[in-house]
Nanobody
Framework: QVQLVESGGGLVQAGGSLRLSCTAS????????MGWYRRAPGEQRELVAS???????NYADSVKGRFSISRNNAQNTLYLQMNNLKPEDTAVYYC??????????????WGQGTQVTVSS
């Protein structure tokens, strides 16, 4: 099994910044892609940003230019730097990782989520 633990959420005023972290642990052979998703109240979960193991990134249009995703492959850690936060960024943010376990079985794991609240 592969576990993901997020941290770094909180309450911030509009225009402020937060940095989310996610660490993967367990029976990991290789992590291919990692990403951040979010779910706002009454909304469906949406992709915020993703990054491949080679460093290729993808962002939702709503966060381009404000958020930056990065990862430390050696430590199996994922980051999301969020700048110029807006009230509409308020959501529970989830970390996701896709890869292969040491048993050669694939995994697609999710973190428990971390709340980000942006006040106006």
């Amino acid at each position: 099994q592969v576990q993901l633990v997020e941290s770094g959420g909180g309450l911030v005023q509009a225009g402020g910044s937060l940095r989310l972290s996610c660490t993967a642990s367990g029976n990991i052979f290789r992590i291919h892609a990692m990403g951040w998703y979010r779910r706002a109240p009454g909304e469906q979960r949406e992709l915020v940003a993703s990054i491949s193991n080679s460093g290729s990134t993808n962002y939702a249009d709503s966060v381009k230019g404000r958020f930056s995703i990065s990862r430390n492959n050696a430590q199996n850690t994922l980051y999301l730097q969020m700048n110029n936060l807006k009230p509409e960024d308020t959501a529970v943010y989830y970390c996701n990782a896709i890869g292969v376990q040491r048993t050669s079985l694939p995994f697609n794991s999710w973190g428990q989520g971390t709340q980000v609240t942006v006040s106006s």
